[in-house]
């Protein structure tokens, strides 16, 4: 088994659409999970952070951390074309590596 | 505030020639210095990470080697490159005080093989 796995997609939905998108982990050290966005050709920028388990809500985007099933997900709402992006979920015992998943490729359709 | 340089962006290189890869972080100290490699289909793959000058540390045994010669400076390096090494290199950072693994990265840069 994988310590990180991610469904690689591609996802498409249309423009207004509720995107939910998710990790499942091994590793139950796992503490720290990042959502990264990468745009075609560009390095992964940041774009949530959770610390242990619950929810964090940043505008659109809120991510979900359930570490009794080891589960991560992100949910974008009112998605728009500029949300279309290859999306990342990494995570980190603490001041070590992090561990990406493969990456979700998003397209939203206007 | 921190910024991170990359270069080259791109690259194309034949197989058996050297390769150097440089990075470099601005507005901190200290960092931790990260190479990842992302291939199609196989997400990012950590190749290097280092803690401090001339500590190096390998994740996967490959064609490739890194140095860090100061502080704020990190090279990959090839001496004969293989078509596998094809792909996106991206350099990346963090703050040695936090524990976080919270991950800051370059532009990229994009390595062809022939």
């Known amino acids: 088994q994988k310590e990180v796995e991610q469904d690689p997609g591609p996802l498409s939905v249309p423009e207004g659409a509720i995107v939910s998108l998710n990790c499942t982990y091994s590793n139950s050290a796992f503490q720290y999970f990042m959502w990264y966005r990468q745009y075609s050709r560009k390095g992964p920028e940041l774009l949530m952070y959770t610390y242990s388990s619950g929810n964090k809500e940043d505008g659109r985007f809120t991510a979900q951390v359930d570490k009794s099933s080891k589960y991560i997900s992100l949910f974008i709402r009112d998605s728009q074309p500029s949300d279309s992006a290859t999306y990342l979920c990494?995570?980190?015992?603490?001041?070590?590596?992090?561990?990406f998943g493969k990456g979700t490729r998003l397209s939203v359709i206007a | 505030s921190q910024t991170i340089h990359q270069w080259p962006a791109t690259l194309v290189q034949p197989v058996g020639s050297p390769l150097s890869l440089e990075c470099t972080v601005e507005g901190t100290s200290n960092p931790n210095l990260y190479w990842y490699r992302q291939a199609a289909g196989r997400g990012l793959q950590l190749l290097f990470y280092s803690v401090g000058i001339g500590q190096i540390s390998s994740e996967v045994p490959q064609n490739l080697s890194a140095s860090r010669p100061q502080d704020r400076q990190f090279i990959l390096s090839s001496k004969k490159l293989l078509l596998s090494d094809s792909g996106f290199y991206l350099c990346?950072?963090?703050?040695?005080?936090?524990?976080?693994?919270?991950?800051?990265f370059g532009e990229g840069s994009r390595l062809t093989v022939l």
């Open positions: 990494a995570m980190s015992s603490g001041n070590t590596p992090l561990v």
């Open positions: 990346a950072w963090n703050r040695r005080e936090i524990g976080t693994g919270e991950l800051f």
